[in-house]
């Protein structure tokens, strides 16, 4: 049975980093759904809302902004926690996630124990 | 710390015994007590024993990619991987840097003393960033490195920016001069330059993602004027200056006890 609390959805175009945050996820019990596209990520959150989304905001297309803001804004999907992954460390990044409503902000490359311990806090599953 | 470095090797038998045989002729620096595993899914469970220091993983090449060094990751995280890789596989080698690998050789370029330093500084800058992490996991939330850039304390970066901007000139300074004594074999007096420059980033209160982001700046400074082989210089003596600069650090915050609050920059 699909517990909705244990879900997160990658949004990452690079398939190996896609591979590397499936595994990380999965060895702590969280269920993966992933995706290289922001439409496609924005229309997988809808039919079956996850508790977190992982989104590289450097995805070609609708990029991780566009996303996070639509994920944000969506009646299904609002309450979806978001993890922004970045190559940049630069402040005005910081700015538009706080804008677009990121719950938390990781910078690449991601340690996966940084990875996990986000993604747990943001889901609110820390304690 | 005991002597003798446990490196697990994940390669086929030929190549394996190749490291083994490389890293026993090797002089100078610490032994090495190398173990052969076929796959990652052996190598994972040997490592969840504590049984290695590091690893040092052979690419498939192509086919396989990265695969390989990712079930590493997701199973071991915290132990340092060097990749070996085909020369005209370097480009999967970077990827497994960018990935979490610590370092990558090329096969064909495989003999004693690189093999056995870059092994080496994988294990002690994991080690050394780990303890730096430690020490700032004690410190007050307030103090802690950003990242959410919610309630913690910002990069040295944006919270002193002029402070900031001339650590990274004199530790540029220092890997001129660290590459100048690769090149012209000079020596200058760089060890304690780097014992102060750490006393001065550690008044800062930085944190090990402050230190590497005073080397990448650095380095990265350097891109436009230097050539490739003298860039790749840069890139080796980085680590090691890198490395020290954190083995410092942690040596003055130890004496220094719980670090107090990061201070105001003066105009």
């Known amino acids: 049975m699909s517990d909705a609390r244990r879900r997160v959805l990658v949004v990452e175009d690079d398939a190996d980093t896609r591979a590397l945050y499936r595994a990380v996820l999965e060895r702590a019990g969280w269920e993966v759904a992933e995706t290289a596209s922001g439409a496609e990520a924005v229309r997988l959150a809808a039919e079956a809302p996850p508790a977190v989304a992982v989104v590289d905001i450097s995805i070609p297309g609708l990029d991780g902004w566009e996303t996070t803001r639509r994920l944000k804004a969506g009646a299904a999907t609002r309450g979806v926690a978001v993890v922004a992954v970045t190559g940049h460390a630069l402040d005005e990044d910081r700015r538009r996630a706080r804008e677009v409503g990121c719950d938390a902000y990781l910078i690449k490359p991601v340690e996966p124990s940084r990875l996990l311990a986000e993604v747990t806090r943001v889901a609110g599953n820390g304690e | ?267």
């Open chain 2, 1 to 267: 710390m005991r002597e003798e470095l446990r490196l697990l090797v994940v390669a086929e038998p030929a190549l394996a015994d190749r490291v083994a045989g490389v890293l026993a002729e090797s002089d100078g620096g610490r032994r090495f007590d190398c173990a052969r595993v076929d796959g990652v899914g052996e190598a994972v469970e040997r490592l969840a024993r504590a049984e290695a220091d590091a690893v040092l993983l052979a690419l498939p090449g192509r086919g396989e990619g990265v695969m390989p060094l990712v079930e590493l990751r997701a199973g071991a995280p915290e132990v340092p991987v060097v990749v070996l890789a085909a020369a005209d596989d370097e480009p999967l080698a970077v990827k497994a840097v960018q990935l979490g690998a610590t370092d990558y050789l090329v096969v064909e370029q495989l003999y004693g003393t690189l093999l056995a330093r870059c092994v080496q500084h994988a294990v002690e800058r994991e080690r050394v960033r780990a303890r730096l992490q430690r020490y700032q996991e004690e410190w007050p939330p307030s103090l802690r490195p950003a990242a959410d850039g919610e309630g913690r304390v910002a990069p040295l970066r944006t919270a002193l920016p002029a402070s900031f901007a001339e650590l990274v000139e004199d530790y540029g300074r220092m890997l001129d001069e660290a590459v100048e004594q690769v090149l012209y074999r000079v020596r200058r007096p760089t060890d304690e330059s780097i014992r102060e420059l750490a006393r001065r980033i550690g008044e800062l209160r930085a944190g090990p993602r402050d230190v590497v982001e005073v080397h990448s700046a650095a380095i990265k400074a350097r891109e436009q004027e230097a050539g490739p082989q003298r860039m790749r210089l840069y890139s080796a003596e980085g680590q090691v200056r890198l490395l020290e600069l954190m083995g410092h650090l942690v040596t003055f915050y130890r004496r220094l006890g719980s670090p107090a609050h990061r201070p105001r920059e003066s105009a």
